[in-house]
């Protein structure tokens, strides 16, 4: 396998399970360092808190807002270890169940919740 | 000796200075490759892409574009140098150095 | 033979795309106070969106990739935030805009005040949206988007000064009121060019699976579909300036609009007025919603498909339930249709840069297009299209505070 | 009639009068204002003439009618502000007067 480009392929692309359904995008790539060994690419996270930081302080300050105004306490992060990609290419595969995944909690929620009460909202294709 | 984790987004965009303490670019790629060792595959990173400045890198992704940008770099003195992970020192990784001197260093073609 | 079931879906949805509430509004009251004299923008309008439909479409055709999935991956987090923010906002108030045709139509039709509509409209919409899969939304809006044509015949009919109608689609300055020209200049320039537009043509050919092959259907339907849509537009304006101009009617309010067809065409031209207005904005308010939807859902990575069940791609259904009806709020409080469309066309001008540029860089990077990318006519015109959208960004503030109203 | 320069003063005052921040209250120019008046008349001679001829509903016309009204009745209460001369003030008065008779022409035609 050639090399890959971090900050191109693979940080902000498409996600998707085993049964290669939509779970999200890499917000942050998690790298360990240690004396003597080339940096290692450890962790995928999934996370909005994650997004958040990246665009910058103020960006955080309304995150966390937004959250307390939920009285949401905890953050519904993932973490995948980079072990689990199967295939790099313009989605990427990881070898997990998006069902159990806590950065999916929304969705499931929203799907339970919501969604799935209004009637027609669930069965064969459209 | 444990180790320590760093974000990605936390290196791109960072100054980085030579062994001199001058300013040679910002962090614009990391590259990787796969490597088997002990037994396990891991994604580690293999050189780091520094230049001159990231806007113009961004935009300098297609074949006209790279031309153009070619042509209009000269005149800016936009540089990338391609850097050997070994001689990166990230020890702080919000203020990276290279251990060598920056005319040591192999630029990107 | 189906490639040219799509080619002829295509074009109509183009027809029914092009002629909104926007166009609509803003053709008219170019026509009513400048004559023919505003259309060359209407050319200029037509011809760059067909230039940002065709590459969209081709990028998506050939990296079988969206163009809000390209604007995160390829450019970040950080800068995606940008165009993305700006299509959403300014997407929400043409999207209120489009509500506000719907539910005019409606009062013209009913004398039932238009603001009673706006919730309805919204749920109908909804409805669709909830029940109907990504091809009845297509097919369904551009089939009976035909009675736009109507447009066209009351131009016809009226029998346009030819030469005159040709020198205008050079510019021209304007001999009074040159605050008001520019401004119904860069209005009519944002009704022509919508982001949604491209975006949803761009997610549309995601959700009916185009590859390579359907190149020629995208070259098609962009260059045909727009000669029509801009053709109406163009209609519009026309009617307006025989209709309107020669009177001095100047177009305050949506009622006055509706004069346009009944004048050359009696009573059938009201009710093809009433039923285009209704339906070409009904179709635009689902567009406009799902391209909304879309965005957000390729931008975060959600599941997102309208060929899906609601339950399966939750937030994604959810997020076009609660747009819809967040829009049909201002028209539920009696806010003024004609001057919320106004304001949405000439923001929707100023957001263009975020939209236009990044496509430049994506229509140039061969990992994504291999041999189709941009030949350099193709980047020359996208070139001055970004230049002209710098133009409209930094000209739409001060047009607004003169020449509006 | 030199409209275009007065327009674009106007617009100019009105800009800097915005910028102040007082832009809220003060009433649109007398040319507007005028133009504004003359559109409605125009508006009802051909919604008139349309329903004549059978091309407009009663329903569509009652709504232009309440438009022009409305337009009327705001004219009314700004316009004797906004015009300064006593020239200024005959042709307010006679903006206003052509656009009731055109709303009762149309009344008469409609037959509300």
């Known amino acids: 396998m050639g090399t890959v480009h971090l900050s191109r392929n693979v940080i902000d692309t498409q996600l998707v399970d085993r049964h290669q359904q939509k779970i999200g995008r890499i917000d942050e790539l998690l790298l360990e360092l240690e004396e003597g060994k080339p940096p290692r690419v450890a962790t995928i996270v999934i996370s909005g808190a994650a997004r958040a930081r990246r665009v910058g302080g103020w960006m955080v300050a309304c995150h966390r807002a937004v959250h307390a105004l939920l009285g949401q306490r905890a953050e519904h992060e993932s973490r995948v270890p980079f072990d689990a990609v199967r295939c790099i290419a313009d989605t990427i595969e990881l070898d997990v169940e998006g069902n159990t995944l806590e950065s999916l909690r929304l969705e499931r929620w929203l799907s339970e919740h919501v969604i799935g009460r209004i009637p027609g909202a669930s069965g064969e294709r459209k | ?109 | ?405 | 009639m030199n409209r275009p320069a007065h327009t674009r003063a106007h617009a100019r005052l009105a800009l800097l009068a915005l910028l102040a921040g007082g832009g809220c209250g003060s009433p649109p120019p007398l040319a507007k204002q005028l133009e504004t008046l003359a559109s409605w008349t125009a508006t009802m001679q051909l919604a008139k003439e349309r329903h004549g001829a059978g091309a407009i509903t009663y329903t569509y016309a009652t709504q232009l009618r309440d438009k022009a009204d409305d337009a009327f009745q705001q004219a009314s209460t700004t316009i004797g502000r906004a015009a300064q001369t006593r020239t200024d003030s005959a042709y307010a008065a006679a903006a206003l007067d052509s656009l009731r008779t055109a709303i009762r022409q149309l009344e008469a035609e409609i037959g509300s």
């Open chain 3, 1 to 405: 033979m189906k490639k040219w079931g799509e080619v002829a879906l295509g074009v109509v949805t183009c027809i029914g795309g092009f002629l909104e509430v926007g166009s609509i509004a803003t053709s008219a009251q170019g026509g009513a106070e400048f004559g023919y004299q505003l259309a060359w923008v209407l050319l200029l309008g037509t011809l760059s969106l067909a230039i940002l439909m065709e590459m969209t479409g081709r990028l998506a055709a050939v990296s079988r990739r969206s163009y809000g999935d390209l604007l995160r991956e390829r450019f970040g987090y950080r800068f995606f935030l940008l165009p993305f923010l700006a299509v959403f906002i300014v997407s929400l108030l043409v999207l209120a805009s489009e509500i506000g045709g719907v539910a005019i139509a409606l009062q013209l039709a009913t004398g039932v005040a238009f603001r009673w509509w706006a919730i309805p409209t919204a749920l109908i919409g909804w409805l669709l949206l909830w029940r109907g899969n990504f091809s009845i939304v297509e097919q369904g809006t551009a089939l009976l988007g035909l009675v736009a044509l109507s447009f066209g015949v009351a131009a016809l009919v009226l029998h346009p000064a030819w030469p005159t109608l040709g020198r205008a689609l050079l510019p021209s300055l304007p001999s009074h009121d040159h605050a008001r020209y520019w401004y119904l200049a860069v209005s009519m320039l944002g009704a022509s060019i919508s982001p949604y537009l491209y975006l949803f043509y761009s997610a549309g050919a995601i959700e009916d699976e185009w590859t390579i092959e359907h190149l020629g259907v995208n070259r098609i339907t962009a260059s045909v579909g727009n000669v029509f849509g801009g053709g109406l537009a163009i209609a519009s304006l026309v009617t307006a300036a025989l209709v309107l101009a020669p009177r001095e009617i100047r177009v305050d309010a949506y009622e006055q609009i509706a004069l346009l067809l009944a004048t050359p065409l009696g009573r059938p031209g009201f009710v093809f007025f009433v039923m285009t207005l209704f339906i070409t904005c009904f179709g635009a308010t689902i567009e406009i919603v799902l391209a909304m939807a879309y965005i957000l859902a390729q931008g975060f990575g959600w599941r997102w498909s309208e060929n899906l069940k609601p339950a399966q791609d939750a937030r994604f259904s959810t997020s076009y339930t609660v747009l819809i009806l967040l829009a049909a709020v201002p028209i539920a409080l009696g806010m003024d249709p004609l001057s919320l469309t106004n304001i949405s066309m000439v923001a929707t001008a100023a957001s263009l840069p975020v939209t236009v540029i990044p496509l430049f860089v994506l229509m140039n990077d061969g990992d994504l297009l291999n041999t189709n990318v941009n030949g350099w006519a193709s980047n020359l015109a996208l070139v001055v299209i970004a230049l002209l959208s710098v133009v409209l960004l930094v000209a739409a503030l001060p047009l607004q505070l003169l020449g509006g109203g």
């Open chain 2, 1 to 109: 000796m444990s180790a320590r984790t760093v974000a990605l987004s936390d290196l791109l965009g960072r100054t980085v200075r030579d062994a001199d303490g001058r300013k040679i670019g910002r962090i614009e790629e990391l590259n990787a490759e796969i490597s088997l060792e002990h037994g396990r595959s891991d994604y580690v990173v293999t050189h780091f892409s520094v230049g001159r400045f990231k806007p113009l890198d961004m935009i300098a992704t297609g074949n006209f574009v790279q031309q153009l940008v070619r042509r209009v770099t000269r005149a800016t003195g936009y540089r990338r140098y391609e850097i050997p992970w070994d001689w990166m020192d990230l020890g702080d990784p919000a203020h990276p150095r290279v251990r060598r001197r920056e005319d040591e260093l192999p630029r990107a073609g």
